[in-house]
C-alpha cells in the first residue's frame, strides 16, 4: 500500500497547472493499487488536455475496480470526441470484464468513426468471447484494411475455427500486414485447412509473413496429426 502523504502529493501534481507535471501524475499510479489508484484517475477524466484524458482511460483498464466499467461505458457511449470513445473502448478489452461484450458489438455497429469500430474489434477478441463470431465475421468485409486486420487477430483470439473459410480469403491480401495477423491467427485454429494455409503462407514473399507462418505451423503440427 501506498501511504496517504503519498497519495496526497499524486493528488495534488493531478491538479498542477503544467500539463507535464499532470501526466507525470498518472504514470505515477502504475504502481498504486487500483483502489487508491481509482479515485485519483477519475480526477483527470475530464483534462482539458487530450492526451492526459487518453492515459486516464487507459489506467481505468489497467486498474479493474467495481467503477471502471461504468466509467468506460459512459465515455465510450456518450463522449464526443472519436479519439477518447476508441480509448475506451481499448481500455474495456484491459479490463476484461465480460460485460463488455455488448457495449462493443453497439459500439461497432453503430458508431461513425473507423478508429472506435477499430478498437471495438481488438477488444472483442480480448473478452475472448465466441460470441462474438458474427460482429467479427461481419468485419472481415470492412473497407479498412486496418478493421480486417483486428478482424483476423480477433477471431484468432477467440479461437473461431468456425471462421477459418472466412479469413483464409485473405491468403493472398495485397498488404502483408493482413497476410502477417492470418498467419499469427492460424496458430490459434487447429484445423486442418489451417495448416494447409500455413504451409503456403511460409513461402510468402515478406519475411515476417513467412516467420509468422512457421510459428504457427510448427504450434499445429504439434497439436495435431498431420498428413
Same mark, same amino acid.
Request: charged share 25%; net charge negative; glycine share 4%.
Given at each position: ?8 502529493? *499524486? ?7 503544467? *500539463? ?10 502504475? /504502481? ?24 486516464? &482511460? ?8 467495481? #467503477?471502471?466499467?461504468?466509467? *468506460?461505458? @459512459? ?5 464526443? @470526441? ?46 475472448? /468471447? ?10 472481415? @468485409?470492412?473497407?479498412?484494411?486496418? &478493421? ?16 477459418? @473459410?472466412?479469413?483464409? /480469403? ?40 513467412? #516467420? ?16
Amino acid at each position: 500500500m501506498i501511504s496517504q502523504l503519498e497519495l496526497d502529493t *499524486l493528488s495534488a501534481r493531478l491538479e498542477a497547472d503544467s *500539463l507535464v507535471e499532470r501526466k507525470l501524475a498518472l504514470a505515477a499510479l502504475r /504502481n498504486v493499487p487500483a483502489e487508491q489508484a481509482v479515485p485519483l484517475i477519475k480526477k483527470v477524466l475530464d483534462d482539458q488536455n487530450d492526451q492526459v484524458r487518453s492515459m486516464a &482511460i487507459f489506467a481505468l483498464g489497467l486498474k479493474p475496480t467495481k #467503477e471502471c466499467y461504468a466509467l *468506460l461505458v @459512459d465515455i465510450l457511449e456518450g463522449d464526443p @470526441d472519436y479519439g477518447i470513445r476508441a480509448d475506451a473502448a481499448g481500455a474495456l478489452g484491459y479490463l476484461e470484464d465480460p460485460r463488455a461484450f455488448d457495449p462493443l458489438v453497439r459500439a461497432f455497429y453503430e458508431d461513425v468513426d473507423w478508429l472506435v469500430r477499430f478498437s471495438a474489434a481488438v477488444s472483442l477478441g480480448n473478452l475472448k /468471447n465466441p460470441k462474438a463470431h458474427d460482429v467479427l465475421v461481419a468485419a472481415l @468485409d470492412s473497407p479498412e484494411v486496418v &478493421i480486417q486486420q483486428a478482424a483476423i487477430a480477433a477471431l484468432g483470439e477467440i479461437r473461431d475455427t468456425e471462421a477459418v @473459410d472466412n479469413i483464409l /480469403n485473405f491468403a493472398q491480401a495485397e498488404d502483408w500486414l493482413v497476410r502477417q495477423r492470418l498467419a499469427e491467427a492460424l496458430g490459434n485454429l487447429p484445423t486442418p485447412k489451417s495448416i494447409s494455409a500455413l504451409r503456403y503462407l511460409v513461402k510468402d514473399d515478406h519475411s515476417q509473413v513467412s #516467420e509468422a507462418a512457421l510459428i504457427s505451423l510448427k504450434r499445429l503440427e504439434s497439436a495435431l496429426p498431420v498428413s
